[in-house]
Every structure is written in structure tokens, then in C-alpha cells.
């Protein structure tokens, strides 16, 4: 268990108010604002702004995690090595919001982000580009990625493998017949780890449905992700983190047909003649009776603790929290949410914030100067799932401008650093819990 400690506070100072004007507006955004840039090589999340390097990727035929880490996770971090949403996000400790209430606590998660949905603030965040085993709620990105591509009414059959799955099930037997509007309301209601396995084979499999998570991932800018399977169970490589949690979870609160799967209160699982009655589960969010909740989904497993993200609305303003890596003492994760819930809704509407939420169209990269046409930008690789059953300156401007540019993008970062202090996690908690199944 972790102890009980009150959180410091650390507040962004007002740098971003002094740097105003076109240049510094441009310059800002080029901090803030992450291209993808096809065809340019990536650089590793595990050492962000070392150069060019592979992505990380998860790897089932290594030994499965079965332990938390004893130390923290990797950072995250985009492609290019710069930090998603803003420098000020680059930390390992906390960062909150200007002028904001104190935090609630106690506070026990190592990882952690409340964020205005509608505007994208962060308003606060622990460590929020942490690589955090996800456990079931990875399963919010499975919902993501596979409701666009898979007609509810398709009826997937139960097999051996699912019945014998790994973890949480909703009950699937072989021979069993579930449409898929069925199976989303079981990976989300009971985090059906055999609901998972059988949306990802209506989808053409467990490879292409990880190549399509992947994909959504990185196309909302959730670069701290990386997908080893479709439940969320343990998976070496496995992540996500507070930052990118709520990133997906926003996405699925502002579409109505995702929406709707999230707040179903019960379902009704088909009988199979002759191997089992039909029965009725229910939605297993512990924060269904929170006012204006928007949904939620749990996880847990041996090596990621107690993982949570949800939303709310009150008043016409949406909150996102995520929650990663924690115990059930002193404080559940979903305890822990509400708490920052009840805190973010408390923050007037309008804050800056300490960075914000990306949208796709942030991601979008400016074309590259050139003295000849402009050349158009390639296409990003679609990937494959099978179908069911089967701003620069012009080159005019000169190299002073572009010298000047570099001395204030400089003071602009080192500014920013100094302006936060940092406040570094202590490390490991002790006292970790009693194992138990993937929620």
C-alpha cells in the first residue's frame, strides 16, 4: 500500500502570458503542436529527442509481465521527441494549473491527468506521459478503433479459445452465437477479455486488429500507446498513459454510437441451446452513480495495479480523468477520479492549463520549405483488416530570421523548464496488493 502524503502543488508561472505576439504565438505552437511527419524516421518513446531510432512496439513471444516495476516507467514522448500537448507536460512529478484550488488528496496513483475535454486544458497531471501497464483500460481503445469497422449486427461464433480466456469474461461458449453490438457492450460492461478475442477476429484477427489500434492510436496523437493485444492483458512493451487514456476516452464520450456503449446500465448475454441460459450482466463502472457521469472503464492485473478513466459533464462542461498504477488503499482508482473530478469542475472554465489535449488536425505537418513547388504531402498507409468473416517560413526570409528564431525558441524552452519546478517521484510504493484477475 501506498502511503498517504499530501501532494505539493506545482504551478505553471505566467511565461506563455509574457511571450505574446505573432513570433512567440508561431514559436508556441511549434512546441506545442506535434507533426507526424511521413516518411521521416521515429524516434523511441523509451528516450525521446536521441535521434532517430525504432518505435516501441510490444512483444507476445516474450515472457509475460507478472509483476509491477520497481521503478518507474518510461516516458512517452512523439515521434519527432518532443512532448505531446506542451513542455510543461515533460515531467515526472506534478504540474497544476494557474491560480487553481489546492488538490484533493489523498492522491496515491503514480500517474494521473484531469483535463478539460472541451477545450483540451490539462489542468493537472501526475507523470502524465508515464508508459503505464494499461491493463483492461486499453479495452477503450479496442471500442475505438473496431466500432467504425464492424457492423453491429454481424453474429460472431463462440470458440474453445474463448471460453478458456485468460482473466474477466462475460461468459462466451463454443458454438455460441453473439452479435457484435453484444460483444461491445461485454468488453465494456464485464471488460470481456473473450469478448475482445471475438471482436478481434470479426475483425480479421488479433495482428490486424492490433495494426488498427495502432493506427487510431497514433492518429489522435496517442504516441505513449503501444498495443500488444486487444484485452489489455499483460503484454511485454505493452502502454499507455494518463495523457493518452484521456485522449481516447474523449474521443469516445463525443461520439453518440461509443457513447451510448459506455452508459449501458445492463445486457442481456444470448442463450446457446443445449450449453447455457441467457443472463444479464451489468455495467461494473463503480462510478455510474457519480452526477453527469459520462462512463468508465476499470482495469487490473498482476503487473499494472488498479488502473481508471472516466468522464463527467456538469453545466455543459465535460472533464476527463485517467488514473494508472495504484492501489485499493488508501483510496480506490475510481475514488481517486472522483475526487479529481469533484477538483476540475471546481477550476473556472476558460483555464489555460499546463498543456492541452491534441486534436488530429494538431498533427497535421506544415509542408517543407522548398525553391521549387511545393510537393504534396504522401499518404499515410492504411492499415489492413479483413473484412468480417473472410507553417514553415518561405526560403526568402533568410538566414537571419531563422537564426534569431532558434535563440528565441531556445529561451522560449528554457524559460519554460525553469518556470515549473519539478517535483520528482520518490520511488516504487511498497506494499503492493493481492493479485487478482484482469478488470
Not at 489522435?220 to 499483460?234: R, W
Not at 461509443?258 to 463502472?285: C, H, M, Y
Request: hydrophobic share 40%.
Amino acid at each position: 500500500m501506498r502511503p498517504a502524503e499530501a501532494p505539493p502543488t506545482v504551478r505553471r508561472m505566467g511565461l506563455r502570458r509574457a511571450a505574446r505576439g505573432p513570433v512567440a504565438a508561431l514559436l508556441a505552437a511549434g512546441l506545442v503542436l506535434l507533426p507526424a511527419v511521413p516518411g521521416r524516421p521515429v524516434a523511441s518513446a523509451e528516450a525521446p529527442g536521441t535521434g532517430p531510432a525504432a518505435r516501441p512496439t510490444a512483444d507476445r513471444s516474450a515472457p509475460t509481465p507478472t509483476a509491477p516495476r520497481t521503478g518507474p516507467p518510461p516516458q512517452g514522448s512523439a515521434p519527432d521527441g518532443r512532448t505531446v500537448g506542451g513542455e510543461d507536460l515533460d515531467t515526472r512529478g506534478l504540474v497544476v494549473a494557474d491560480d487553481a484550488p489546492p488538490l484533493p488528496g489523498p492522491l496515491a496513483a503514480s500517474g494521473w491527468l484531469v483535463a478539460d475535454a472541451g477545450s483540451g486544458a490539462v489542468l493537472a497531471a501526475r507523470d502524465p506521459h508515464g508508459r503505464y501497464y494499461p491493463a483492461s483500460t486499453l479495452k477503450t481503445l479496442t471500442l475505438l478503433t473496431l466500432v467504425p469497422r464492424l457492423d453491429p449486427a454481424q453474429v460472431v461464433v463462440g470458440t474453445p479459445a474463448d471460453e478458456q480466456v485468460e482473466g474477466s469474461r462475460v461468459g462466451m461458449v463454443a458454438g455460441g452465437s453473439y452479435p457484435v453490438g453484444f460483444l461491445f457492450q461485454a468488453l465494456v460492461l464485464q471488460s470481456g477479455n473473450d469478448a475482445a478475442n471475438a471482436l478481434a477476429r470479426a475483425a480479421g484477427g488479433v495482428e490486424a486488429t492490433v495494426g488498427a489500434m495502432t493506427a487510431t492510436a497514433e492518429s489522435i496523437g496517442a504516441y505513449d500507446t503501444v498495443v500488444g493485444g486487444p484485452s489489455g492483458l499483460d503484454v511485454a512493451g505493452q502502454s499507455s498513459s494518463p495523457y493518452d487514456l484521456a485522449l481516447i476516452f474523449r474521443d469516445l464520450v463525443a461520439d453518440p454510437v461509443t457513447a451510448a456503449v459506455l452508459t449501458t446500465p445492463a445486457a442481456q448475454v444470448p442463450e446457446v441451446p443445449g450449453r447455457a441460459p441467457g443472463f444479464q450482466i451489468q455495467n461494473q463502472n463503480p462510478l455510474a452513480g457519480y452526477p453527469g457521469t459520462l462512463g468508465g472503464k476499470t482495469g487490473f492485473t498482476d503487473a499494472a495495479r488498479h488502473a481508471f478513466v472516466t468522464a463527467a459533464e456538469r453545466n455543459g462542461r465535460r472533464l476527463v480523468v485517467s488514473v494508472l498504477d495504484t492501489e485499493n488503499q488508501p483510496l480506490r482508482a475510481a475514488d481517486q477520479a472522483a475526487l479529481l473530478l469533484d477538483w476540475g469542475f471546481t477550476v473556472p472554465a476558460g483555464t489555460e492549463g499546463v498543456g492541452r489535449l491534441v486534436t488530429p488536425a494538431d498533427l497535421v505537418a506544415p509542408p517543407e520549405p522548398s525553391r521549387s513547388a511545393p510537393r504534396a504531402p504522401e499518404a499515410a498507409e492504411p492499415v489492413a483488416v479483413a473484412p468480417p468473416g473472410d507553417d514553415d517560413p518561405s526560403p526568402l526570409v533568410g538566414a537571419g530570421l531563422a537564426v534569431a528564431a532558434a535563440a528565441v525558441v531556445g529561451a522560449t524552452v528554457v524559460g519554460r523548464r525553469r518556470a515549473v519546478r519539478r517535483v520528482h517521484p520518490a520511488g516504487p510504493a511498497p506494499g503492493r496488493g493481492v493479485s487478482e484477475e484482469d478488470r
